[in-house]
């Protein structure tokens, strides 16, 4: 890869070599900082700089936040927009098949309900025509 | 010791009151008379299932709708019928001691019928104020046995008016088909 071992050691020199930091690169940095931190300690502590108050939310609220922070938008996460999805066709599905079960069993109700007033109907009349003949 | 008598009088109140609103069907040999039947039917409704029924009995047809307006107001429809093979597969002693369950002073005899064979006929009303809260009635005939417990306010022109629709005949009226009107083959 190099010739000899002093291009290296130029190379190496030029790299780390202090240079200036691209114009509004430190408000950036302190401005992203102060995303992902509470009021109490965007007041109290200066970027970088370790704090002791607690974050008020969840760790998995946190998590999500700080995706967000990354990426914009949660549906930006190629994972997460596959999981929203699955999650909402499970959903639709299960919905689906929960409301035609109902369905059939409010069939089977109805019919029992209709087999029960026919076999009272057919009771009745019997009876009825058993005490007409015995009238006559 | 005050408050402990009357949250037992309470509790007890409690159970009465939900007994009287959901009453169990009478008859206590349904498994007996089942094992010896060669067919049998069994439809149990009760309050809730009949309300549930009713979400599916379309309103706009007049006779769902006629249907939905009966059972709207009932408390519980319990039919049992059993078909045998042969005869004097139930006894006497048997029907008599469902008949009994029905003697005491609600219930009233509206119809009791005997043959010389043996099989007779009962129609049981409970009258709440001049008023039929519920019906029971046995058929008994050689070889076959029918009981249908209707609980809630009904009056036997409700039903007469459900007749000649879904296969529920006409009281009254004796038409040519077998009479029984009951399913065929296979037992629920």
């Known amino acids: ?136 | 010791m005050k408050l402990r008598i009357s949250t037992v009088i309470l509790l007890v109140l409690c159970a009465a009151g939900a007994f009287a609103q959901s009453a169990p069907f009478p008859v206590t040999l349904e498994k007996e008379l089942a094992a010896r039947a060669s067919n049998f039917t069994e439809v149990t409704l009760d309050k809730s299932m009949l309300s549930f029924a009713s979400k599916f009995l379309n309103g706009k047809d007049s006779d769902d709708a006629k249907v939905r307006e009966l059972i709207q107001k009932l408390d519980g429809i319990y039919v049992r019928s059993y078909e045998f093979d042969k005869d004097n597969q139930y006894t006497t002693a048997e029907v008599d001691s469902i008949r009994k369950q029905f003697a005491g002073s609600e219930w009233s005899p509206m119809v009791r019928e005997r043959s010389k064979k043996g099989d007779g006929t009962d129609v049981f009303v409970k009258l709440v104020n001049g008023d039929i809260h519920g019906m029971f009635v046995l058929d008994a005939e050689p070889k076959e046995l029918t009981f249908v417990f209707i609980s809630g306010p009904i009056r036997p022109d409700d039903l007469n008016q459900l007749g000649g629709n879904f296969g529920i005949p006409r009281v009254g009226e004796d038409h040519s088909d077998d009479g029984s009107g009951k399913p065929k083959g296979g037992a629920k």
């Open chain 1, 1 to 136: 890869m190099y010739e000899t071992e002093d291009e290296f050691e130029q190379e190496l020199r030029d790299g780390l070599r202090p240079r200036q930091a691209p114009e509004g690169f430190a408000d950036r940095v302190i401005a992203l900082s102060s995303v992902g931190t509470s009021p109490a300690q965007r007041d109290g502590a200066r970027p970088g700089q370790l704090s002791t108050v607690e974050d008020p939310l969840p760790a998995q609220a946190v998590l999500i936040r700080r995706q967000l922070t990354h990426s914009g938008r949660l549906t930006d996460q190629p994972l997460l927009r596959w999981a929203i999805a699955a999650t909402l066709l499970i959903s639709i599905a299960f919905g689906g098949y929960a409301e035609r079960q109902r369905q059939i069993a409010g069939e089977r109700a109805r019919q029992q309900v209709l087999l029960a007033l026919r076999i009272t109907g057919s009771t009745l009349r019997a009876v009825h025509n058993r005490i007409a003949d015995g009238n006559d």
